[in-house]
Each structure stands twice: as structure tokens, then as C-alpha cells.
């Protein structure tokens, strides 16, 4: 069992904060700078304690996640006062290890997901990618992820950096090409929900399958071009998703070609 | 009852054919060039006849749905005899309803799914996407489709053309994008399958909402400049890659703007 410190009261804390003490760790305290936000959390645990002072040379917590936003991280790391010998983890999928460098026994514990308050995750299916600074403190945090993931790896600063961008591109600009596609349907009075089951199923396929190339359909792969210039012909009023069908459209028949 | 014939034995055939026949319709005979294919889905229905020629003057349907690709569609129904006063459908998302324009009784009846033969799709949650050439057959068309689908809806060759674009953004460019970040994943030795819970997450997020739009995350939303940069030197190796995150990136930032 280990007895550990979350210094942020976002989404992240509240997913990683049930799961751990429902694996049967202990959480002792909970930092928000604003000490309502940190009482939100602890008022759903079993007995964590709501602070808003960084100083935590009193607490009995082994090791201490930083669960804020990016940009405030080595700001609020510098802060910190932790006790003899804690480790100090930050949850981020962008910053470098290397961004809690004034602490020796320093990791980084990063849930691939993306978290909300309103919906649940199965954390047990979120890969952990882990990173540590020695080997006492990578054998802690991967005894720690094993508890509550199944799916737990050792990934370098660099590797998670290509993670992100990988994430980029399958999630983020995934997203994007969904509202790209509600707004073309919707402006002509039709309904973006028309499209949804065939958006599920195409995401239920593309991930059934070792590679998404194998399963890509549509004029691009096709080669109908008649198509793809009536497509680019309609997509006039549109000039920047204009762009963006051509070069998808290139980048598709690109890759086919190997 | 309806009673009905398929011109053209593959994925679309066998899931229509399937389904209409669940729901109490009779499927009388199944056209395909090769006629071992049309005896392949023959075989799994009630008392269907598999065929190789295009002169249906002896049938007994009163409807017709040509389930071929696009392309060959136009040279097919001109090939084609039919009864007198029968119905005939193609299924395209892509093909004007003047497609079949000697055929005075002549439909579109296109599922807005795709399908392959080893998966199962639901029909009943497919949308079907109906036009027809004059009230008699519309009527017709419409309480077949809502005889298999929850979902149907008249929408004119231009409409049909507008979702056909959207599905190729939300579901093609999608695929794609996904099959980029298994490329750019693996090339460092990194698994696909590390990203498929976020991925899995976001199009159930998107799909949960009106607007994915509402639900974007990522560099691009955030206005995190310094990530972007970073990703995009990253992509040098990539360069039709990287002109995509670039592009992708202002897309997301132009959004949300207004």
C-alpha cells in the first residue's frame, strides 16, 4: 500500500485518485491553490486532507503526482517542499523528465487518455507510460501503474514525445475532420447525426485491425477522380478544408503506393 | 411482402439481402457476372435464384436494387430487362438519381454504412438515404426502408452528394490520420495499440455530443505554440505529413475563432 500526495484537483487527479484508492493505496493529501477545488476531490475520498500550501514537510505521503496544466509545472515543481526522500511524479504527456530536475527521485506517470470529470474511464484499459529518474523510484511508480492498469510501459522523454504527435493526428485532428464534416452537412439543413453510425463504425474497424491503411476506403484509395474534382469543386466556398481534401487525398493515394 | 431482386452479389447485397429477408421479404433472384458469387449469398437465403443474365422479363419482383460499383452502375441498368412496372434502385452514396434515367419507376436507396461481409452491422440503426422518381415508387421505397431501419430519410441527389463529402471527412480522412499515427509510432519501435484507448475515447466523446467541436483537445485549441513547433520539426522526415499538421493546425485555431 502506498501512501501518496496529489498536488492538482483536475481530471486527472479525480480518475487517478479513485483508482489508486480503490486499489487499496492511501491518499493523504490533495493541493489546489483554490482550497474548495481540492475539497471537491477529498470529500469523495476515504480520508485525504485538502491543503493549498506547497510545503509538505509534514506529510507522511511517499510519493507526490503533479496533476496541473503543462505550463505550470516547473513553476509549481520549483515550489514544492517535499519530505526526505519522496518521489515526485508529473502526469504530462509533453514535458520532458527532465523538468523536475531539481528532485533525485523524480518520474513521470502519464495516462494515455484523455479525462473528464463527467465520464467514466476504465483505467484499468488506460496504458501507463512510465519514465524514472533511478531504479528505486522506476520500480515504485511501475509496481504502482501495474495496481491499478493492466497495460503499463517504460517510455523515454523522446518516445512520449512521438506518442503526442502520433495522438495528434489520430485524436485531435480526428476530431477536428468530425466538425469539419457537421458544419459542411449542417450549413445545407441536413443532420450531422446522419452521419454517425458510419463514423462508429469506420473508428470500430480502423481499431480492430493491426493498420488502418488495410481497411481505408473512399474515392482517394479508389482513385475516382471524377469524384474527388466534383468533391474539391464543391468544397469552393470552403477554401482552407479545400486544401485539406487535397492533401488528404494525396497523402492517401501516397501511401497506397508504398 | 415485397418481393425483390439484387443486381450484384457483394457486401452491400449480402447485408440488404439479409436483412430485408429477416423482415419478412422474399428475395427471388441474385445477378452476378460470375455466378458462383451470386450462389455464395443465394445459398444463405430462403428461395432465391442465383442468375447471370440481365433479362428479368420472367421475374416475379416488383423491385430492383443494383448493388455494384459506381463505375459499372449506368452500363448495367441499360443492360437490363425488366418486368413490366417494376421498380429499380441503385444503392450509391456518389450516383444521381438520373443515373437510371430510362427507367420511369427509379430510386436511390443507398445505407449510409459501409459494410464487409465479415462484419455484422445492425441495419435497424443504418440510415437510409431515399429519392425517388415519382410518388408511387417513393411510397414503396420508403416502407421498405423503414421495414429494415429506425432511421429514414428522403434526401435529393444534391443533399446525398454534401454527405458524401462529410463522410469523407469524418470517416476516410479519419482512417487515414490514424493510419499516420501508426506509421509515425511505429518507425520508433513504438506500439499502434498504445494509442488505441485514447483514440477509442475521443470519437465516443465526439460522437456523445451535437458538436465535436465542443469537445476538442490538443496543441491546436490550446494555443500551445510551443508544442506545435516542436511537432512540426519533429515531421521533417515526414513532409507531406508535416504540411498536414500545419494545415490541420490552422483549421482547428480558425474554428475556433468563429
New interface residues.
Given amino acids: 500500500m502506498a501512501k501518496l500526495s496529489f498536488i492538482g484537483a483536475g481530471n486527472v487527479a479525480w480518475h487517478l485518485a479513485q483508482a489508486l484508492e480503490d486499489a487499496g493505496h492511501s491518499i493523504r493529501q490533495v493541493y489546489s491553490r483554490d482550497i474548495r477545488h481540492a475539497k471537491e476531490l477529498t470529500r469523495n475520498l476515504y480520508d485525504a486532507q485538502a491543503v493549498n500550501t506547497l510545503d509538505f514537510t509534514a506529510s507522511d505521503a511517499d510519493i507526490f503526482f503533479i496533476t496541473i496544466p ?2 505550470a509545472v516547473e513553476r509549481i515543481a520549483d515550489s514544492c517542499i517535499l519530505p526526505e526522500g519522496a518521489i515526485l511524479c508529473h502526469t504530462s504527456g ?1 514535458l520532458p523528465l527532465s523538468t523536475l530536475r531539481p528532485f533525485p527521485d523524480r518520474g513521470v506517470f502519464y495516462p ?3 479525462f ?1 470529470k463527467s ?1 467514466h ?1 476504465d483505467v484499468q ?3 501507463f ?1 512510465l519514465e524514472a529518474s533511478n531504479d528505486r523510484t522506476e520500480e515504485y511508480i511501475v509496481a504502482l501503474a501495474q495496481s491499478i492498469s493492466k ?1 503499463v ?1 517504460l ?1 523515454s522523454s523522446d ?1 512520449r ?25 449542417e450549413r ?1 439543413g ?1 443532420e ?1 447525426s ?10 470500430t ?3 480492430a485491425v ?4 488495410t ?7 479508389r482513385g ?1 477522380e471524377q ?1 474527388i474534382a ?2 474539391v469543386r ?2 469552393k466556398d470552403y477554401p ?2 479545400q ?3 487535397r ?2 487525398t ?3 493515394q ?2 497506397s503506393k508504398g
Fill in positions: 503543462d505550463d509533453t494515455l487518455q484523455t473528464s465520464r474511464v484499459k488506460v496504458p507510460c497495460t510501459y517510455v518516445e514525445k512521438i506518442l503526442h504527435v502520433g495522438a495528434v493526428f489520430a485524436c485531435n485532428f480526428s476530431n477536428h475532420l468530425m466538425a469539419v464534416a457537421r458544419n459542411i452537412v445545407e441536413l450531422f446522419l452521419l454517425k453510425p458510419l463514423i462508429e463504425e469506420t473508428f474497424k480502423a481499431l493491426d493498420n488502418p491503411a481497411v481505408q476506403t473512399g474515392p482517394a484509395i475516382d469524384t466534383n468533391h464543391y468544397l482552407l478544408q486544401r485539406i481534401y492533401l488528404l494525396e497523402s492517401i501516397d501511401m
